[in-house]
């Protein structure tokens, strides 16, 4: 056996179990010795196999007692290891005719256990890409619902059934749900709605910072990413790696080594060996992997747009029951249109469905923090019996004086109406506390035998998933319906979130008051001459055309291709030209700033030309 090679774990076994041949005076070190030794290892995998084979009922000690003194030698050929393993060590126990004998008299099934290593062994392959990510599809049934991303998880599995080159990369600006399809593919592999080539497939999130970070020496990236790919390989097309931010494989941390990852994964990338799902955005992937034509015709892009306004209201209705059963609160559908709405009119500067779906996670947020703080009623009411308590005690020290005793009566009768308010408003507010705390529990325990019903249907374990879904779940949704019912007539705590909670989100991150927020489309279209008026003094007619011709690009029946209104304001200098264009801005836009201002009196010269297209080539502020 010197010519095989053993893994640091088997050179310690061996030696453990020579040690244990010396103290019991033995000439040599048998097969029993070794067993003994594995399996006095809580978590080797022999004593982990021979648990769940014998079902909890056959304890490690039973089966050291019936261990023969035989070893069949099996090389590491024939399960394919670089090394002799552990794994390899207790399979040659298990090959052995006298140790399969005993441990069939010990009540093991041998061939079992040997599936039991097997998986094991399995899972010691997915160790290192554990390590570095996570896996999707074991966390499927936890992750949020993916709805309206169909056709781009149909083309992720089109690309991934390729014989080569069946990589896709997922391109898309930040926010609109890049992840969120690799999570849908991952919850069609639980489900079972892929086709053969993906059945079973682990859907590995691999984390690249996590494996540039502490590799203080060049080469040890590289020694990490060639462990998650040899891990791969080995799992033969069962493992699919997915790398959000793909870019970082070839720009980023370039001192670590990252420059040669793409090195790395060029070749299986090429063969089809590795089945690879990237993540970027457009600008990234313009600057990083077009640069690399090599890299890039590797990869199949599947392009991720932002969903319009009525297909995010769809996928943040898909998402409700998620998000109330977290923050143990109600939100109203019209909620979800307003978040809809007003994220796409006054959060600029990101994407839809992100912007809405951070909206009504703060709205809900916002709500159960008050949901957990005391009324503002009863801890003033609270301060008041405070403040009173304090100074009855200093009044009691002044007994002698007339004042004082006649301030001390008037400050106890006081003290006493408090404490009446105080106590059925207190009462009230436990009761209503109770009910809400309990609609929680029942709603975190409905989600939670949900989870399991989906579990059951997976395994066809028919009689389980009946008991839950005509059973516990029923009973479980009766409850939190008649718990909602009663608490219609809560008066001091609320659990809905509603359209005043979305805009007051909205006023916070924006600054744009609330009144305004609240006040809808068609109102501020009837009332915006008035409003212009209150600007612009004068100019009726300019001012009733403008309005007049808004309001009727706005409902229609002006030509969709055309904007909402085209004006040519003439007249003399002074009399409110660019006034009614600066107040047109403000209530169209709500602010004035938005006017984009091209003032032609400063274009005069020929060279003032430059100020719209640029410097030509050579001239100073030229890019």
Not at 525 to 549: C, F, M, P, T
């Amino acid at each position: 056996m010197n010519d095989l090679k053993f893994d640091p774990n088997v050179k310690l076994i061996l030696a453990s179990a020579r040690s244990h041949a010396m103290s019991l005076s033995h000439g040599q070190v048998t097969p029993l010795h070794l067993g003994v030794t594995l399996i006095s290892d809580l978590t080797s995998v022999f004593y982990r196999a021979i648990t769940s084979a014998g079902d909890g009922d056959i304890s490690a000690q039973s089966v050291v007692n019936v261990i023969n003194q035989s070893l069949y030698k099996l090389t590491k050929r024939n399960l394919g290891d670089t090394k002799v393993g552990v794994a390899v060590l207790v399979i040659s126990l298990l090959e052995d005719s006298q140790i399969s004998d005993v441990l069939k008299e010990a009540g093991v099934v041998p061939e079992k256990v040997k599936s039991e290593v097997e998986k094991l062994r399995g899972e010691v392959i997915l160790r290192a890409l554990k390590t570095y990510g996570t896996d999707l599809v074991e966390q499927a049934g936890k992750l949020d619902p993916v709805i309206g991303r169909h056709r781009e998880i149909r083309r992720v599995i089109e690309v991934l059934s390729r014989r080569t080159k069946n990589n896709p990369v997922l391109i898309g600006e930040p926010g609109v749900g890049k992840t969120a399809v690799v999570e849908g593919l991952a919850q069609r592999i639980l489900k079972g709605d892929v086709p053969i080539n993906l059945t079973g497939v682990k859907l590995i999130s691999l984390e690249f910072g996590a494996m540039v970070a502490g590799t203080t020496l060049r080469g040890q990236f590289e020694e990490r990413l060639k462990s998650v790919l040899k891990a791969v390989e080995e799992a033969q097309g069962k493992v699919v790696l997915f790398i959000d931010e793909i870019h970082m494989a070839l720009g980023a941390c370039k001192a670590s080594g990252s420059t040669d990852a793409a090195k790395l994964l060029k070749p299986m990338l090429a063969r089809g060996q590795l089945r690879f799902i990237g993540a970027t955005t457009l600008e990234e992937y313009r600057t990083h992997v077009e640069k690399d034509a090599a890299f890039e015709r590797r990869f199949q892009q599947v392009f991720v747009a932002e969903p319009s306004v009525p297909d995010t209201i769809s996928i943040l209705r898909g998402l409700k029951e998620k998000y109330e059963g977290h923050h143990g609160v109600r939100i109203q559908d019209r909620a979800l249109v307003l978040s809809a709405q007003l994220s796409e009119r006054y959060i600029t500067g990101r994407r839809l469905p992100d912007k809405a779906i951070d909206l009504v996670d703060e709205s809900c947020a916002h709500v159960k923090a008050q949901l957990d703080i005391q009324p503002e009623e009863i801890d003033s009411l609270e301060r008041k019996v405070m403040q009173l308590e304090i100074e009855i005690h200093a009044l009691e020290k002044e007994k002698d004086d007339k004042a004082s005793e006649a301030r001390l009566s008037e400050v106890r009768k006081e003290l006493d109406d408090l404490r009446d308010k105080l106590e059925p408003l207190t009462i009230k507010y436990k009761k209503e506390k109770k009910i809400i705390n309990e609609t929680r529990r029942l709603k975190q325990n409905r989600d939670d035998l949900m989870i399991a019903l989906q579990e059951a249907e997976r395994q066809h374990d028919v009689p389980k998933a009946a008991v839950l879904k005509y059973g516990a779940i029923q009973e479980v949704e009766s409850a939190i319906a008649k718990l909602e019912k009663s608490a219609k007539d809560n008066v001091m705590l609320t659990e809905t979130v509603g359209p005043e909670n979305i805009a007051e989100v909205v006023s916070r991150w924006t600054g744009i008051p609330v009144t305004r927020l609240d006040q809808n489309e068609k109102k501020r279209l009837i009332s915006l001459a008035d409003k212009l008026h209150e600007r612009v003094v004068g100019q009726d007619e300019a001012v009733k055309a403008v309005a007049a011709a808004i309001l009727r690009s706005r409902v229609g029946l002006g030509r969709p291709q055309q904007p909402s209104g085209s004006f040519l304001f003439l007249g003399p200098t002074g009399v409110g030209k660019t006034e009614l264009a600066k107040a047109l801005a403000e209530q169209l836009f709500d602010s004035e700033n938005l006017l984009v201002r091209l003032d032609m009196s400063e274009y005069n010269d020929k060279f003032s030309v430059n100020k719209l297209i640029g410097a030509p080539p050579g001239y100073v502020h030229w890019s």
